[in-house]
């Protein structure tokens, strides 16, 4: 295996890390935002009150990008395998 098909092949896997983690991050992140709004703005200073929302909202974008999650890993996955053969070269 050459440098170069090296590094295409780890720049193509963080790619794909990233789109696969991006939209479950960023609905928690956008919830403990709202939460941390909502919680300045009445004055509740309990820690715990975060997770629960959070935890929702992760679900929630875990059942809704489900299938397009999948489809990127799958779609990777066949990829690497079509990859295998070129790098015996």
């Known amino acids: 295996m050459d440098p170069q098909t090296f590094i295409d092949f780890m720049q193509e896997s963080f790619r794909v890390s990233l789109f696969l983690s991006l939209p479950i991050l960023g609905a928690a992140l956008v919830t403990g935002i709202l939460v941390s709004v909502f919680q300045t703005i009445t004055s509740i200073q309990e ?6 929302p959070k935890m929702l909202a992760v679900l929630a974008a875990l059942i809704l990008l489900f299938s397009f999650m999948l489809r990127t890993l799958m779609n990777f996955t066949y990829a690497v395998f079509a990859m295998i ?3 015996a070269r």
């Open 85 to 87: 053969p070129n790098l």
């Open 47 to 52: 820690q715990t009150l975060v997770f629960v």
